[in-house]
């Protein structure tokens, strides 16, 4: 933690139970930012090196490279699932998501599969070169973006109209293999290309996309999680078209923001997803804006779908994804990417206290010391969309009186009155363990 961030109140005090039986839960974690001070905060234990652990929040490195040789006692915990990447990695995501909604039509018809055209027209690059070259050809004058398919923080990302802007590009990933060696260089890096959104939602003239947070405890059955709070993040420059190679107009990215002359790191360019949606109800109406978030809701299910028979379910497994939405000027949301990592590092005060509140739910989700049911609907900022089938409202709860209509037990950028919410609700398991023990 930063000496400019101050710890919250509710890190401090001591859960109601920190144990496993009759011990304290033990964590290691490979980070060193707001995870070490919630897991700390909470009461339980580090360990360090070959020490046994209850709780490990890892890094993807150590998943690929230790996971498959490492034994785990029944209780114990990890942040990742084995190959998350099939969801995560760009490339995957996008050709998943292919393959699932021809599936949906083949199954379900025309109309249930266009729920799933949420996502812009993509290729893998070499690999789907020519169908790359079809399309532009068939969409002249059209911006494209390139995105190397195993980074992040915006890097290695440029947009381009002319296929000669990409010559050099193709070039080097058409050398044959004993060229590339002869030259002592890598293969080229895979990348994907996809169609840019030429028309985004602008808030005061800026970009902005978000990044909403969802968690998954199990692929089969799936049971996922959405979270109340997120955030906006703005670009730092009004956008524009005539300047595509200006990274502060066309990336959102808080690595990229930052490194701009006039960024302020307290004031930041974020807005929470409560006051964005404050916005758009009072421009738009609550009708467009709730049909904006059923929407959202069905890129959430769809793509933990699209990877479920995939996804190697394994109980000791959970993730917390991060995803990135962006809205066009028709409140259309479009997915972006999903995150395996989302970052827990604090930009300034409020977003250490939005991602302290993000991980201590995820712990009470997670439950290592055993206080749910299991039946919950709620739990803290978190709210259960989909329990092998989608989790209605007159199961979860009317909860956000600005969305009287809703019918799923979702509500992103609702009050998050998780405080409240955590005292009624381990006070109602409290009297319940002591009346099953009377």
């Known amino acids: 933690m930063s000496r400019t961030q101050k710890q919250p109140s509710y890190l401090g005090r001591p859960v109601q139970k920190k144990t496993i039986g009759d011990r304290v839960v033990r964590f290691r974690t490979a980070l060193s930012n707001t995870i070490l001070d919630v897991l700390k905060g909470r009461g339980w234990q580090e360990v360090q090196g070959d020490m046994e652990w209850d709780f490990y929040w890892c890094d993807v490195g150590w998943m690929r490279e230790v996971f498959d040789h490492y034994y785990m006692e029944e209780h114990c915990r990890i942040n990742h699932f084995r190959n998350h990447y099939e969801l995560t990695r760009k490339n995957l995501m996008v050709k998943n998501l292919k393959k699932f909604r021809k599936q949906v039509e083949r199954e379900q018809g025309k109309l249930e599969a266009s729920k799933c055209d949420f996502f812009p027209t993509t290729f893998e690059l070499p690999s789907e070169y020519h169908m790359f070259v079809e399309e532009f050809k068939r969409n002249l004058g059209s911006l494209w973006i390139m995105k190397p398919i195993a980074k992040a923080q915006g890097k290695g990302i440029f947009l381009f109209r002319k296929l000669k802007d990409i010559t050099d590009w193709k070039k080097e990933s058409y050398k044959s293999q004993e060229e590339r060696r002869n030259d002592d260089k890598e293969p080229v890096e895979t990348y994907i290309v996809q169609k840019y959104i030429e028309n985004p939602y602008l808030i005061g003239g800026k970009k902005f996309d978000l990044r909403v947070y969802v968690l998954v405890t199990s692929y089969i059955p799936l049971k996922a999680w959405l979270y109340r709070e997120g955030f906006a993040r703005f670009s730092n420059t009004r956008y524009s078209l005539d300047s595509i190679d200006d990274t502060y107009i066309h990336l959102t990215n808080v ?26 109800i009072a421009r738009h109406g609550i009708e467009a804006v709730e049909d904006m978030l059923k929407k959202m809701d069905d890129i959430f299910i769809y793509s933990l779908l699209c990877v479920q028979k995939i996804m190697i379910n394994d109980k000791h497994c959970f993730e917390l994804y991060g995803y990135d939405i962006m809205l066009d000027d028709k409140l259309k949301p479009w997915l972006i990417e999903t995150n395996a990592s989302p970052s827990l590092t604090a ?7 939005l991602k302290c509140r993000l991980l201590e739910d995820t712990l009470n989700v997670v439950d290592m010391e055993g206080r749910l049911t299991g039946k919950e609907k709620r739990i803290g900022g978190y709210d259960l969309m989909w329990n092998d089938g989608p989790v209605t409202l ?13 019918t799923t037990n979702t509500h992103l950028g609702c009050f998050n009155d998780r405080e409240k919410q955590l005292k009624q609700l381990f006070r109602s398991l409290q009297m319940a363990k002591k009346t099953t023990t009377v």
């Open 394 to 406: 007159e199961e979860g709860g009317l909860d956000c009186m600005s969305a009287p209509t809703y």
């Open 347 to 353: 930009s300034n005060q409020e977003d250490y206290e």
């Open 255 to 280: 690595a990229v923001q930052k490194t701009a002359p006039d960024y302020d790191p307290e004031k930041g360019c974020k807005w929470s997803l409560n006051q964005l949606r404050q916005y758009l």
